[in-house]
């Protein structure tokens, strides 16, 4: 029996241009393999996170302090306000290799 290999973990810093409150990013993730985005923000900052791609491929967004953020586990588009400041997570995984582009907003 073939075990699949645990998925290896890919982490990229999102920086916003300077004035800029939002940033569009041009991916390729491979199967076995997830991509994660770490962004500082703060509590009351309203974030739209949008993932386009095939279907095998989603979201979850991981607080600083209280793990994944509700409705926004699985997905492929989220809105709400940020509830705490700190180091935001945005893991992405797939199914299969895939193109995506992923939009932050923060305001």
Do not use: C
């Amino acid at each position: 029996a073939q075990e699949r290999a645990i998925d290896k973990e890919m982490r990229f810093p999102v920086r916003f241009a300077k004035g800029k409150s939002s940033i569009v990013l041009k991916k390729r993730i491979t199967l076995g393999t997830t991509h994660l985005y770490a962004l500082k923000a703060r509590e009351g900052q309203n974030m739209t996170v949008i993932l386009t791609t095939g279907k095998q491929t989603s979201f979850t967004i991981f607080s600083p302090a209280s793990g994944i953020v509700e409705g926004a586990d699985g997905e492929t588009m989220w809105r709400g306000m940020l509830n705490e400041s700190g180091e935001y997570l945005i893991s992405i995984g797939t199914d299969k290799t895939a193109n995506y582009t992923l939009e932050i907003y923060i305001k």
